[in-house]
């Protein structure tokens, strides 16, 4: 890091973020490897609907090596790349925001922003579930940030309320039921069975 020790990089990091209108920076490793069952397994159930993308993508999302890049939250994420180019000099980076096959829940989940709920989705104390992700995928040593425990505990409201039944088991989640991929991604009218609902 050019003379910078890592943790004083990832304070100014922090700093930078908060100014930037950021609620958490959190760093992970790209080593998703254990995810890999996980996503296949969930692709072989057909949950991702007509979401041809997720497979198409396949192993791509759990292996961060071989992606090539994506994206309004990703302009303020340039900016505090901007400004760690201003700090270090040039680095290799590629920012994302939902734009590219990134597994950013688990990614989230290992860097403290907070953990996976039983919904899929990353929970925070602080926020819930109601907060966009962005990741930047930097070369530079920064110093890992630990994660959170998770408090879901045997607390199962999402599932109990979800009205089409969509999270089938705990942080298991059939996108083909769900009414945010019904009203968003699926290509056509909404199922009769899930309209009353």
Known sequence: LDGRDGPTVLA???EWGAELGF????????????AEAGL???????FHGSMD?????????ARP???????????RLQKLVDRLTALLGPFG??????????????????????WRGKHTLTLSREAGSM?????????LPLPLTAPVEAHCGTCSACIDICPTQAIVAPYRVDARRCISYLTIEHDGPIPIEFRPL
């Open 12 to 14: 100014s990091l922090r």
């Open 131 to 139: 907060f966009f992700l962005g990741e930047i995928y930097v070369d």
């Open 65 to 75: 090596v071989e992606l090539v890049p994506g994206t309004v939250l990703r302009s």
């Open 23 to 34: 609620s958490q920076i959190g760093v992970a490793d790209v080593d998703l490897s254990h």
């Open 93 to 114: 980076h590629r920012v994302f925001t939902d734009s590219a096959p990134v597994l950013e829940v688990e990614l989230a989940s290992r860097s403290g922003i907070g």
């Open 53 to 61: 993308y997720m497979a198409a993508h396949g192993l791509k999302r």
């Open 40 to 46: 296949l397994a969930w692709l072989d159930n057909g």
